[in-house]
């Protein structure tokens, strides 16, 4: 057990050191939110980290110790703090993390955030936790950050000076936001001191606090210190001009300057142009000794020394967004740049070499700044300024302190830090993509590595912190911390790859054999022992002595090594020679040596195979196991080298490199031995010693003809009196004997050769001894060749060289050598032979070359005598010639046509005739043919500027002449020839002139030099393609992510292509070949689609993305490619009931959405609810799916599926998913049998005894479950239906304001309160006309006045309100009428008309709880005030309607009657297809076909309009699609009407009127079918011509006509797609079964799915129209909530009135007076006509708002409608949301009486005008006159009319309007 115990400790400590933070991987910290700012404290190393809502106090090891949440808090900018439950804009807030200060004495962490105006806290250090100090109500004076999250805020820790007493403070910077102080630069204490509070601001400086600084100059600090006394702050900002280009500043003052008298802005400049002109971090450090020499050596930072301080800043260009440079300003250059500034100020009138070098920032004062005098050292004096002397001082751009880039790269540096090490400095830089590059800042600063870290993506935050032992970098990204080394030595493991790193950290550590800093390798100051990386050294060996040994022999081995360091006297230096060890004893002599014992010969591997030498692998080591250095030694084998060359074995051994010696008479090749002897041994490098034959004679040998071959033979001595043999390889494994003439002579008979391959070859012979059949050295080499090899004919033959004596052998017909040819020679050649000319064809003028082709066309080029095409000369053109078989000749014009009347052939067409040498004449079986090409048209006719748009020239005869002979131009540019033939295609050169597009330009085709071919105003240059903006802007490596891009002129371009490939830097430079390509997917003008393309390249951030369109190349600028995502293991196998799945990994969100991933569960598709950056969450399908692959689903065994995640083109397997079963319960099983009847027996009586009262119940759930059922087979349908009419409506979800045809006021309310009226649309109040006599017309008009004045008076309107209502003929449409014209007679008083509806009310509701019937109230329009609730609703909800609930409605009425219109619909029924009324529902299928019309509106031009219709519609519905088509962007009322178009299909040369009826039409029985599409056999993409029905027509139209009408009009027995039963069938169906009944009725009711299809489909626009009606969370009109606020306080004055009650005046008040009839009556809002089918759907959807609104439960059955049960499910949620709505409304702050009437006063004053308040005075006066006399009698009965003298005044108006008698 103890045993146990002790491994168990000892692998935990193994794991210890192994898993170290420094050794092992990355520490890392996560936030859930987004980190603002990170700080240390330096004495404890703990870092403190400022995120939104949260701080974080972290170890140096990053592990949490303690956390506080600093928000959300309830707060809003408008509201000054301390924000209480009377702000009531007050919402949860993040706080965002602006300040993080450490002030280390006190202990104390300054935490600023973003709410409340940007307060302070003051929290422990030791712990976050604790709250020392908070206050929110100490007023403005106590707001130190911004609000805002775009506003930067740096801050350093100060000190103040005051009564002999430091105070501690701190320094701020800050930006402008919109509701923070005003203060650029403040002061704040930190402590209470007289006055003074916590975090007050000390100082008042009004030159840097002062309102003119705010907005103009955009500041952003990024960047502030202290040094020496004074602080800094570095920022960027404008010049406060209209420019807005940005400029990097660092201002100084003093530490305790107390009135900011010394406050100096200077201008840096980073490059000669300041192209990298904004700041985004800085680093104030040491450069370090070798920085400090090339920084003085440079000349432009003045002397700087190695403890100097310089500033290294990361600036972004304005210019070029996407690179980024690092520049260095010594703060000892600053500071005498400042003194210099401030010196000219104070002494030279603020001038520099008569320059103006200084001015005042944010102060437009223009008086004279700076003053003179003769104090030259002012500027010292008075370093820290003083009251006298002028501020604030800023540098002007002329005297910016300018430093060249140390560093330019591509992408935004976002984050620096430096540190030194060895006197060399290293710069850490962040990116904005979350690399952490390493630079060595030498004399040319390079990247030399990354810093080790996965690339997240993410931007590197501008807190670049070491921790205290500057060991580790603290690296923050958006949500992370990582803490990584800032080296990485120890990962590499040879010397080698330790200092190819050139990391100035590392170096080999040579007697350790590891990569090591300095001061981790031991005696690292001796020389040798640590070599240092950026040198780029290793020990090497630098020679053997001996250089090679024999594999034969072994001795000792002297290895030079002249950097070995020096050993100690316990170190033991060992030789490795392959397995080989051997002590190794150093020798030290000028360079160092080490003697070491060579392996022995058994030891050494054997010799390769075609090499005469082994090397072997040599090592020094030390102590057996520390490698020093290596290198190889060769053994070399002599017996080997006559592998070489197997002909001359002699002369291979002695020359070869190893110093061999030839024994002959062994014939064998040894190692060199002095002591071996005589004339049979061949010494090294002494081939001419080597028995040898040579000089071979003849040298040339031809085919097929024996030669005797003679040679020569040297130093045969030892082979006297032998006989040898002779062979090549074309000897066929035979040998000949070689005969000896003389002493040295030998000749062989010869050898007859075949070789056909080529016309000559060496071939070498290899001679042979015989009897011992070793070979002798031959350098027997000749030259076989063959005669008839490339001669084909006599010409050929003949030219070739003497030497060969090759002759035409007319027999055979072939070219041979001499002897081989049994006839003479001829004398000459026969004559020429023409097999083909090239072209055939050639333009009249001639002048272009013809290549003919034959044989025997003579041996030279004078040969040629001359050449005729087709009768005329042709030019021979002497250096084209080839022998024999090619002349070349430029041809003349063609002859002149003879007269017509000449019986010649054509003279432009004949053979070519050539003459040769000796009068020989060929003439072609082939015709030259001289013809005129004619170009005709050019297609494409326009491309871009830029060029390379493929031009296709046709005409005829174009392909005359030859692809060289031609050219073309476009206008003036060239057009490059690409294809030459019928067609010719030729790509367009660049358009270098200024104006775009280009005038018309003529195409010319050139066919050589003097025939040119026009085809005018052929071709136009049009502005190059546009790309405004592309997305998305990322991709995984893999690929296949869709790109959008955008722009315009996308149409001209033929070829649209995405290009990848490396930008060229210090990670790239060799890997410039690699390219990525994509062509486009799609385009269109304004859209290009793209896939992007998968890569594979090691350094994503060096890509480059380019589109090539055509010849036009922009680069896509921000494009990033990331990793591959990473996907962990599945934790959960089991897809449960939920179906939800997920998985998780690392980078998914980098370049990946929810909408665009794909997962897959076997071979079905996934939903992806929610991509995260490291959670996908799948949506799995509910049942299982077949398994994608065929194994998987051969073995039945596996209920595993494959769970696929695709990202574009990368799939990813991320496990086996499979699905739960419901486990069988063992217990059932076992439970006895007698339990199991007894329970039976039980479930049966109580199932018998509640079955009657279960029925409803049990109806309600099988109907429920039918539903569901219903739902579930068509899910599929409808979600493909959805995607279709999103796709088909892009043009109606893509809407702005101005699209909607929303009614102007004065049509909506006439619409609302006139058009239910039994006039309807010729109501006076709609047409706006009165019949007035017209000399009455004054007299009527000032008696309305007066009227209008009565009804103003509050008596007078009750009193006649109630006069009316109680008379019985005054019925509930005369009430209705009469509250809409009292509406229009107000609207200018619309605060009055309120409280004569409220008195009203009043009266009413009293009345109904007096009753006790309160529920009724506001259920019908029966009174007048119930209409006048209602107009009043109209009015007050006309904005809210524009403003937002009007685009859902719009849409959802758009939608459904596209779907509606999507299928057929019945004509005469008013039946459809796709419909939510069951009633309106089509039962039968009918038969149809989409057809896409191209219809030409006659008098609009040619453009043509595609309209979608279907065959089967008639013709008047074909007319209504077209009209919506063609005047879509027209409201309804301004389109034409369908009977006033005539509709024309032009099938062929005649013209057909198509209509609903006529001669042709079908007739069965008595019933006669409307004309549809299809009945006139109308095809897809048919043209149709709308034109305007004239009425003056001629007379054999109006005749035909007529007669038509006749006919047609005999009886209306028509009929659309279903036709009516007749009688008789009607008789034979009463006569059926009840069985066909049944099945008639089942049938019917099979097509109700339809309904729920189209329910499906509309689903979304319904739910969007209900969001906007009934959200309290949005905009809620203020009318609304003053009526409900109204109808709460009086359900709360009657007892009577519950919540229910409550909710149903509510409920009639507004859904359903004011909603539902807007939700029936689209046309009331909008501009639009609504047919009966879609009017029977908006009827089931306004049933479904009305069901909604109660609060009665509807129980369903299966008698219930198709239209309750269709939206059965919804009801419940509507009704929450309803529910919700009033409840938030409730919650609302209060409208005012106040704030309503200004809301009503504003309605009046800006719609009254536009209103018939006159008519509706009149109309009004209608109902006073009808019951006058009762009226007067009410009034007379009123005191408090009486008091007012109303019925006097009614008497006067009557009297006026119509002469009434009155007792005036």
Same mark, same amino acid.
């Given at each position: ?1081 799609? =385009?269109? +003008?304004?859209? %290009?689609?793209?896939?992007? /393309? !998968? &890569?594979?390249? @090691?350094? #994503? ?120 079963? =419901?486990? +069988?319960?063992? %217990?059932?099983?076992?439970? /006895? !049998? &007698?339990?199991? @009847?007894? #329970? ?131 019925? !509930? ?492």
């Amino acid at each position: 057990m103890e045993r146990w115990w002790a491994w168990q400790l000892a692998l935990i400590a193994i794991a210890t050191v192994y898993l170290s933070p420094s050794q092992g991987a990355p520490v890392e910290f996560s936030s859930d939110t987004l980190i603002n700012n990170v700080v240390a404290d330096p004495h404890t190393g703990r870092l403190y980290v400022g995120a939104v809502n949260a701080l974080y106090q972290l170890n140096s090891n990053l592990e949490l110790e303690a956390h506080t949440e600093t928000g959300p808090k309830r707060d809003n900018r408008q509201c000054t703090p301390p924000v209480t439950e009377s702000c009531e804009e007050a919402v949860d807030t993040d706080n965002h993390n602006k300040l993080l200060l450490v002030h280390r004495d006190k202990d104390l962490l300054v935490v600023c955030g973003s709410v409340f105006r940007g307060i302070c806290s003051l929290r422990n250090l030791s712990n976050v936790e604790d709250l020392i100090y908070f206050s929110d109500t100490k007023g403005e004076k106590s707001y130190v950050a911004s609000a805002e999250e775009g506003v930067s805020v740096v801050g350093v820790m100060s000190y103040y000076s005051k009564d002999k007493e430091n105070l501690t403070v701190f320094l701020v910077g800050k930006g402008y936001g919109s509701h923070d102080s005003t203060k650029l630069i403040s002061t704040r204490i930190l402590q209470d001191y007289r006055d003074w509070v916590v975090f007050d601001s000390i100082i008042e400086a009004s030159a840097v606090q002062a309102n003119p600084f705010v907005l103009r100059y955009l500041h952003d600090f990024r960047f502030a210190f202290k040094d020496s006394g004074f602080v800094y702050f570095l920022f960027s900002r404008t010049l406060g001009m209209q420019d807005t280009k940005t400029f990097t500043f660092i201002s100084r003052m003093c530490e305790d300057d107390q009135s900011y008298y010394s406050y100096t802005e200077l201008q840096l400049n980073c490059s000669a142009t300041n192209k990298y002109n904004k700041v985004q971090a800085a680093y104030v450090g040491t450069p370090g000794l070798v920085l400090a020499q090339t920084m003085t050596s440079s000349g432009q930072y003045g002397r700087v020394s190695a403890s100097d301080k310089v500033l290294f800043i990361t600036f972004t260009s304005g210019e070029d967004s996407s690179v980024s440079a690092m520049c260095m300003y010594p703060l000892k250059s600053i500071n005498h740049r400042l003194v210099e500034i401030t010196g000219a100020c104070y002494n030279h009138n603020g001038m520099i070499n008569n320059t103006l070098a200084v001015y005042s920032p944010y102060s437009s004062k223009s008086e004279e700044l700076c003053s003179s005098n003769n104090q030259n050292d002012m500027a010292l004096k008075f370093k820290c300024g003083a009251e006298f002397l002028p501020s604030p001082l800023a540098s002007k751009s002329e005297f910016a302190l300018r430093a060249e880039p140390s560093l330019v790269r591509k992408g935004h540096m976002t984050a620096v830090a430096v540190a030194v090490e060895m006197d060399h400095a290293v710069a850490f830089l962040g990116t904005a993509t979350g690399e952490m590059l390493k630079v060595h800042l030498s004399a040319h600063p390079e990247v030399y590595s990354r810093a080790p870290g996965e690339v997240t993506g993410d931007t590197v935050n501008k807190n670049l912190l070491f921790d205290s032992s500057l060991q580790h970098l603290y690296i923050t990204t958006e949500k992370k911390i990582t803490k990584v080394p800032v080296h990485a030595c120890h990962l590499k493991t040879d010397c080698h790859s330790c200092v190819s790193m050139r990391d100035p950290y590392c170096g080999w550590c040579v007697l350790e054999g590891k990569c090591t800093r300095k001061q981790d390798c031991s005696r690292p100051k001796e020389e040798n022992t640590w070599l240092w990386s950026p040198d780029q050294q290793c020990v090497r060996i630098e020679s053997f002595s001996p250089p090679n040994l024999s594999c034969k022999k072994t001795q000792q081995v002297q290895i030079s090594v002249p950097s070995l360091p020096r050993l100690m006297e316990h170190d033991k230096l060992l030789c490795v020679f392959g397995s080989f060890v051997t002590d190794a004893v150093i020798i030290s002599t000028t360079t160092v040596q080490v003697t070491c014992s060579l392996p022995d010969p058994t030891e050494i591997p054997p010799t390769p195979d075609q090499q005469d030498y082994v090397s072997v692998p040599v090592t020094i080591q030390v102590n057996r196991t520390i490698q020093v250095t290596s290198g190889e030694y060769h053994f070399y084998n002599c017996a080997a080298t006559i592998r070489k060359n197997q002909n001359t074995p002699c002369i291979a051994c002695v020359t070869s490199q190893w110093g061999c010696q030839w024994n002959a008479q062994d014939h064998i090749c040894s190692d060199s031995d002095d002591a071996v002897g005589g004339e049979h041994i061949v010494k090294p490098q002494q081939p001419d010693s080597c028995p040898q034959f040579e000089s071979p004679e003849p040298l040339l040998i031809p085919v097929g003809y024996k030669i005797p071959i003679s040679f020569q033979g040297r130093n045969l001595g030892i082979y006297q009196d032998r006989s040898f043999s002779i062979g090549t390889e074309l000897m066929k494994l035979t040998e000949e004997d070689v005969a000896q003439d003389q002493i040295s002579s030998f000749k062989f008979r010869g050898y007859e050769f075949a070789y056909e391959k080529q016309k000559e070859v060496n071939i070498s012979f290899h001679i042979k001894e015989r009897g011992t059949e070793k070979k002798i050295d031959s350098t027997l080499t000749v030259v076989l060749y063959n005669c008839s090899v490339g001669r084909e004919d006599c010409s050929l033959c003949k030219h070739a060289d003497a030497k060969y004596q090759c002759v035409w052998c007319q027999a055979s017909k072939t070219c041979v050598y001499s002897e081989l040819c049994p006839t003479p020679e001829p004398a000459q050649c026969p004559n020429p032979q023409i097999s083909d000319i090239i072209p055939r064809y050639g333009p009249l003028n001639g002048q272009i070359s013809v290549t003919i082709k034959g044989s025997n066309m003579g041996i030279k080029k004078e040969d040629i005598k001359k050449i005729t095409v087709a009768g005329v000369d042709c030019k021979h053109l002497e250096d084209r010639y080839s022998v024999s078989t090619s002349v070349v000749c430029r041809i003349g014009p063609a002859k002149q046509v003879p007269p017509s009347d000449l019986p010649l052939e054509t003279p432009n067409s004949g053979a070519v005739e050539i003459e040769v040498e000796g009068g020989r004449k060929g003439v072609s079986q082939v015709i030259f043919t001289y013809r005129d090409p004619e170009p005709k048209s050019v297609t494409p006719s326009k491309g871009p500027a830029a060029g390379g748009t493929v031009i296709t020239i046709k005409g005829n005869n174009l392909d005359t002449a030859t692809k060289d002979d031609i050219s073309v131009t476009v206008g003036n540019i060239p057009c490059e020839v690409l294809s030459f033939g019928e067609m010719i295609t030729c790509k367009t050169g660049k358009y270098r002139v200024l104006k775009v597009p280009s005038d018309q330009l003529k195409v010319t085709v050139w066919y050589g030099n003097n025939t040119s071919k026009d085809v005018e105003a052929a071709f136009q240059y049009y502005e190059n393609p546009k790309i405004t903006d592309y997305s998305p802007k990322a991709s995984f490596m893999c690929g296949g992510r869709r790109i959008v891009v955008t722009g315009s002129g996308f149409d001209l371009i033929q070829s649209a292509m995405m290009k990848v490939q490396p930008s060229s830097d210090e990670f790239s430079q060799n890997n410039s070949s690699a390219k990525f390509v994509q062509t486009a997917v799609s =385009k269109n +003008d304004t859209v %290009l689609l793209f896939d992007s /393309p !998968a &890569v594979e390249f @090691p350094d #994503l951030q060096s890509l480059r993305m380019t589109l090539h369109l055509d010849n036009v190349i922009e680069e896509l600028k921000n494009f990033v490619y990331h990793p591959d995502p990473t996907f962990n293991k599945l934790d959960k196998n089991v897809i449960t009931e939920t179906s939800i799945i997920i998985v998780t990994g690392r980078g998914f969100s980098k370049a990946m959405t929810a909408h665009e991933a794909q997962a897959f569960v076997g071979d079905a598709s996934c939903h992806v609810n929610i991509l995260q950056d490291d959670k996908l969450i799948l949506e799995a399908p509910s049942s299982q799916p077949r398994a994608k692959s065929k194994r998987q689903r051969r073995d039945t065994t596996n209920d595993l599926l494959d769970l696929v995640v695709k990202f574009g083109h990368g799939e990813w397997t991320v496990g086996s998913v499979y699905y739960a079963r =419901k486990d +069988d319960i063992p %217990l059932a099983i076992i439970i /006895p !049998a &007698v339990i199991v @009847p007894m #329970l039976l027996f039980i479930a049966v009586s109580v199932y018998c005894y509640r079955r009657k009262s279960q029925q409803a119940e049990r109806e309600y759930e099988k109907v429920k479950h039918q539903l569901a059922n219903l739902e579930e087979s068509v899910r599929d349908r409808c979600k493909k239906e959805f995607t279709d009419l999103m796709m088909e409506m892009g043009d109606i979800t893509d809407m702005s304001e101005g699209r909607i045809p929303f009614l102007d006021y004065k049509t909506y309310t006439d619409r609302n309160f006139f058009l239910p009226s039994k006039d309807g649309a010729n109501d006076p109040m709609i047409t706006g006309r009165i019949q007035i006599p017209e000399p009455r017309r004054l007299t009527v008009v000032q008696a309305l006045n007066q009227f209008s004045n009565l009804l103003n008076s509050k008596t007078f309107l009750i009193n006649f309100i109630r006069t009316l209502e109680s008379r019985p003929d005054f019925n !509930a449409r005369s009430r209705g009428y009469f509250a809409s014209l009292l509406t229009v007679a107000l609207h200018g008083k619309l605060e009055y008309y309120t409280d004569i509806m409220r008195t009203l009310l009043l009266e009413l509701m009293d009345e109904h709880v007096k009753n006790k019937n309160p529920k009724l109230m506001l259920r019908r329009s029966e009174t007048v005030v119930e209409r006048m609730l209602c107009n009043w609703m109209c009015i007050c909800l006309y904005q809210f309607l524009r403003d937002t609930a009007g685009e859902p409605l719009y849409k959802l009425f758009k939608a459904l009657k596209h779907q509606v219109e999507k299928g057929p619909v019945d004509a005469k029924l008013k039946k459809a297809k796709y419909t939510l009324n069951d009633t309106g529902l089509l039962g039968d299928d009918v038969e149809y076909s989409v057809l896409t019309l191209q219809v030409l509106v006659h008098g609009h031009g040619p453009d043509v309009t595609p309209v979608k219709v279907l065959n089967c519609d008639s013709i008047t519905q074909v007319k209504e699609k077209i009209i919506d088509q063609v005047y879509r962007n027209l409201p309804y009322s301004q389109r034409p009407k369908v009977e006033s178009v005539a509709l024309e299909w032009r099938p062929g040369s005649t013209g057909q009127i198509l209509s609903d009826l006529d001669l042709t039409s079908q007739k069965e029985g008595r019933w006669k079918r409307l004309n549809t599409l299809a009945h006139y056999n109308v095809r897809d993409n048919a043209t149709l011509v709308l034109s305007t029905v004239l009425h003056t027509q001629s007379f054999h139209q109006h005749q035909d006509c007529h007669d038509e009408k006749n006919a047609l009009l005999e009886d209306d027995n028509t009929y659309h797609l279903v036709r009516p039963a007749d009688e008789i069938d009607e008789v034979k169906s009463k006569r059926g079964s009840m069985k066909d009944k049944a099945m008639t009725k089942a049938i019917t009711e099979i097509y109700l799915t339809r309904l729920l299809s189209v329910k499906g489909t509309l689903q979304q626009f319904v739910d969007d129209f209900f969001r906007s009606v009934l959200c309290s969370s949005s905009v809620v009109p203020p009318a609304v909530k003053y009526f409900f606020d109204f109808l709460d306080e009086q359900a709360q004055r009657h007892e009577n009135v519950d919540e229910e009650t409550l909710h149903i005046w509510k409920t009639n008040s507004l859904p359903m007076r004011y909603w539902v009839n807007i939700l029936r009556n689209p046309h009331f809002i909008f501009d639009v006509h609504v047919s009966e089918v879609v009017d029977a759907s908006l009827h089931v959807i306004s049933q479904t708002f009305m069901d909604a609104c109660t609060k009665t439960e509807h129980k369903l059955s299966r008698e219930s409608p198709s239209n309750k049960l269709l939206y059965a499910k919804e009801i419940s949620t509507y009704k929450k949301m309803v529910d919700d709505y009033y409840r938030g409304i409730r919650q609302m702050v209060p409208v005012s009486d106040q704030d309503m009437n200004t809301h009503l006063a504003e309605v009046s004053r800006e719609h009254t005008d536009k209103l018939n308040t006159q008519v509706a005075l009149h109309q009004l006066y209608q109902f006073a006159s009808k019951y006058y006399d009762v009226i007067i009698q009410s009034l007379d009965e009123d005191p408090a009319a009486q008091n007012k003298q109303l019925t006097l005044r009614l008497q006067q108006v009557a009297a006026a309007l119509e002469n009434k008698v009155t007792d005036l």
